[in-house]
């Protein structure tokens, strides 16, 4: 993409920069600015289609009114912004107030989440290829099998080499959609977990929330990348032009973080995100600083390359063994967790460094947004 190209995407979101509050025309006169009180998301998203407007309508008014849903059916549910933007609200309600609390534990909208559930596990199962019956011991050498494969093009590698500074800025609006609330997913596993694992994940949950100094949390630090790139670093504000390839990544952990049954697939996820980091990390960096951002904006990056060499060794050898210990026979579980996030991270780097092979935004244009 050159500094002249213009797609509605980049429009939209070369107005908005700091400009989440103005009143710039065509960014906050679309959006529904009914946000209950006690609510941190200041603005509700436009729908993008049946499944995402049935959501929002009803956060708009008040729990227990949802009444009929769409069917859940004929769905490619991996690349459909419409399927992943309704699960992702309806996940969202149980880490920020979307509009009225009541919402998180409305039984009508668990009922409806539940369906998307169903159909979006189906489909991670058909897209995953792994162990299903795993002896507790070989769990960790199965999981450095799946790391070392190499599972495509690098995002991190095509930024090192090439990448230009749009570029960067699209791939930090994706990336917040978790790196915004970075660690609070795989906290739900702590009190699921015993002695060893518990151990161990809380003390990498420590560094990631900055050893207990707020200015250091990683997605603190993530945000002041944000903030030296010239982006909005509150949260949810791209949330609108997210495709189905981000928000599908970000309800994959939520929906392993919400439900106990599968703490074994949190921890496979978190395993591979922190044996997986150090190389990429240290890459981004270095675009960064090739780009001319600053120190401060490099930090989240430079923390990641110190702290995941040693994360990836609590993660593997006492999170993962210490879970095996007590639960052995969560290993298929743990697998298939890793599996699905590195499958659906090769996803997301196929759509972006497709589009931009063909020079054109990879974000939602926003004529796909309904109004
Ligand atoms: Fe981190
Ligand atoms: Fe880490």
């Known amino acids: 993409m050159t500094e002249h190209d213009f797609t509605p995407a980049r429009a939209w979101f070369g107005s908005r920069g700091f400009a989440r509050h103005d009143t710039a025309e065509g960014v906050v006169a679309f959006r529904d600015d009914t946000g209950g009180a006690g609510s941190s998301w200041p603005l509700l998203p436009w729908p993008r289609g049946p499944l995402s407007e049935a959501v929002i309508a009803a956060l708009r008014g008040s729990p227990g009114t949802l009444s009929s849903t769409p069917p859940v059916e004929n769905i490619d549910v991996l690349a459909d912004d419409d399927f992943e933007l309704a699960l992702y609200l309806c996940y969202e309600l149980h880490y920020r107030g979307v509009t009225d609390e009541g919402w998180e534990w409305d039984v009508d909208l668990l009922r409806f989440r539940a369906e998307m559930e169903r159909a979006f596990l189906n489909r991670l199962r058909d897209e995953t290829v792994y162990e299903r019956h795993v002896a507790a011991e070989d769990v960790g050498t199965a999981l450095d099998t799946l790391i070392s494969v190499p599972s495509g093009p690098s995002l991190s590698a095509h930024f090192v080499e090439s990448g230009t500074l749009d570029q960067m800025r699209e791939f930090c609006v994706h990336r917040s959609a978790y790196q915004l609330k970075e660690a609070d997913p795989h906290t739900f596993a702590i009190p699921r977990l015993a002695s060893e694992a518990k151990a161990a994940l809380v003390e990498i949950q420590y560094d990631e929330y900055g050893l207990g100094d ?50 074994g697939a949190l921890v496979g996820h978190l395993v591979v995100f922190e044996m997986t980091s150090i190389q990429p990390m240290g890459r981004y960096s270095q675009a960064l600083e090739r780009l001319g951002v600053g120190p401060e904006g490099r930090r989240f990056y430079d923390v990641h390359v110190q702290v995941d060499a040693r994360h990836a ?18 290993g298929a579980d743990v697998l298939f967790g890793a599996s699905a996030v590195t499958m659906l991270e090769q996803r997301f780097t196929d759509h972006l460094l497709t589009s931009w092979d063909q020079n054109i935004s990879s974000l939602s244009p926003w004529e ?3 109004r």
């Open 214 to 263: 707020a200015a250091n949390m990683h997605a603190t630090l993530f945000a002041n990348t944000m903030v030296a790139l010239g982006l909005d670093p509150s949260y949810g504000s791209y949330v609108e032009i997210l495709p189905a390839a981000t928000l599908a990544k970000v309800n994959l952990v939520s929906m392993f973080a919400l439900h106990r049954r599968w703490r």
């Open 313 to 330: 060794v609590i993660a593997r050898d006492r999170l993962v063994a210490g879970l095996m210990s007590t639960e052995p026979y969560l």
């Open 368 to 370: 796909n947004v309904r």
